[in-house]
Each structure stands twice: as C-alpha cells, then as structure tokens.
C-alpha cells in the first residue's frame, strides 16, 4: 500500500507540474510516503458547536488531499 500511494502521488504532481515541500523545505516531486504522512501528523478532526471539521489544513495539504483523488477527498472533507 505504501509504495502504491507514493507512486500514486509521484505521478500526480508529475502530470500536475507541482511539488511538496521535502525534510529540507526544497520543492520536491518525489516524496517519500512517510515524509508526506509526517506532514499529517498536526491535523486534527474537532467538533465545533455539533459541526465536526479538520484543524490545521493548509495550502500544501489541501494540494496532497487534491493530488490523491475523490475517496481521498471525501474522507478530509466530508462533514458530520
């Protein structure tokens, strides 16, 4: 499954033309899985007034959610 996911991620930023930031903070077009699932580890789901919602996403992790497709979006962005 690891290697999978990263390939799937390798091809979507190559067909895409983008990057992710690496251990360094250099762009990068090949990340290793484990680095992008370390860009994970701050986000939390939190429920605020009975609505749940995602803490601490931002531009770069919004693009990874995009890069890996619908399920994976559905999961991020899904709400209740």
Do not use: C
């Not at 580890?41 to 009975?50: S, T």
């Not at 601490?56 to 890996?68: G, S």
């Amino acid at each position: 499954m690891y290697t999978l996911a990263e390939r799937q991620l390798r091809q979507a930023l190559d067909a895409q033309k983008q990057t992710v930031r690496d251990q360094r903070q250099q762009p990068t077009a090949k990340p290793t899985f484990r680095w992008i699932m370390q860009k994970f580890q701050g986000i939390h789901w939190v429920n605020l007034d009975g609505q749940r919602q995602i803490s601490n996403l931002n531009d770069e992790r919004r693009l990874i959610i995009h890069l890996f497709g619908p399920p994976v979006e559905r999961y991020y962005y899904a709400s209740g």
